[in-house]
């Protein structure tokens, strides 16, 4: 006789899942896309839009102007540090990229 599993709620089945794939981190990381502006603020939204996230947890983001690319290169201490702090999927690092440079893709 075969005995019958418990109901489990699919969203708690699925994060279990996720976590033991390795892909819960992952996908933690890919909101700081779409949580951009509240995280940075208006002023560095306005300039700026993150593209893609890589494996190893570093941010990829497009930049209107290269003064601007270097004035968030400086800032990218304080954005990391609130990036990360309700996150468990860590940002390692970010690349700030002017809109007219064209990059490899990696990652």
């Known amino acids: 006789m075969r005995r019958k599993r418990p109901m489990v709620k699919l969203a708690d089945e699925l994060a279990g ?5 390795g892909l819960a981190v992952r996908l933690d990381r890919a909101r700081v896309i779409e949580e951009w502006p ?3 603020g208006r002023q560095i939204a306005a300039v700026s839009s993150p593209e893609s996230v890589t494996a190893d ?10 003064p601007w690319a270097a004035e968030l290169s400086l ?4 954005i990391l540090a609130q990036i990360n702090a309700t996150r468990k999927g860590r940002i390692n690092g970010i690349r700030w990229v002017p809109l007219g440079l064209a990059l490899p893709r990696d990652g």
């Open 75 to 78: 800032m990218t201490p304080r």
């Open 38 to 40: 509240e995280l940075v």
């Open 17 to 21: 899942w996720l976590d033991r794939k």
């Open 57 to 66: 947890g570093i941010l990829r983001v497009r930049v209107a102007t290269a």
